[in-house]
């Protein structure tokens, strides 16, 4: 079993839905990543969080480290927002790794 | 421009080959990292520093060489290239254990 599992895999949504992305870890963590990469695209990093909840635009993250589980919602969904998302955790006590989940890839229908 | 860069953006280079893929960055950030993309396995880590003249193996660093005399540069050398190294290599860095990442635009590499 990953120590970070993202779900869904594959997601298809219609323009205008509200998307949710999760992902859990079985680590303690210091810090999670979500990251979003664009097809044939570099990375770019969306959130760092280590607790509570963030919100940049439309997207929102949050966090829930007793149960270590994490959310990436978008609302009104756009094809721009068609990308892989990555979820990534800093292990507690780590100089700095960070462990990936698989990527959930996101498609939003016009 | 600030920001992190990799040369090249692609390359094809030969079985038996040293190949260097470079990784400059503009922040002074002092973590560093070597990711290999791959399709099936996600990113894994291959290197990492945390300062100049600090490096240390991630997941899977057989086949590879890292150095960091400039806390800037953070190259990476394959010592003779094999073609289980072709993959979507890409290059982090950020300024502390707890800080956003930062990410080049990767190098494709190809071994044939």
């Known amino acids: 079993k990953n120590e970070v599992e993202q779900s869904p895999q594959n997601l298809t949504a219609q323009e205008g839905e509200f998307i949710t992305i999760n992902c859990s870890y079985s680590v303690g963590i210091s810090a999670l990543h979500w990251l979003q990469q664009h097809p044939g695209g570099g990375i770019v990093s969306l959130f760092m969080l280590s607790s509570g909840k963030k919100k940049h635009g439309r997207l929102i993250a949050t966090i829930n480290i007793q149960e270590k589980h994490s959310s990436l919602h978008i609302t009104a969904s756009h094809p721009r927002d068609s990308a892989v998302y990555i979820c990534a955790v800093r292990v507690s006590g780590n100089t700095g790794k960070l462990i990936f989940g698989q990527g959930t890839t996101l498609q939003v229908k016009p | 421009d600030a920001g992190i860069t990799q040369s090249p953006r692609y390359k094809i280079t030969e079985t038996g080959r040293q190949v260097t893929l470079m990784c400059h960055q503009t922040w002074s950030h002092s973590y560093m990292f070597w990711y290999r993309q791959d399709l099936g396995h996600g990113l894994r880590l291959i290197y990492y520093?945390?300062?100049?003249?600090?490096?240390d193996k991630g997941e899977v660093p057989d086949g590879y060489v890292v150095s960091r005399s400039k806390t800037e540069n953070f190259p990476l050398t394959l010592e003779s290239a094999t073609r289980s190294q072709t993959s979507v290599y890409f290059c982090?860095?950020?300024?502390?254990?707890?800080?956003?990442?930062?990410f080049g635009n990767g190098t494709r590499l190809t071994v044939t």
């Open positions: 982090a860095s950020s300024g502390g254990i707890n800080s956003p990442l930062h």
């Open positions: 520093s945390a300062a100049a003249d600090i490096t």
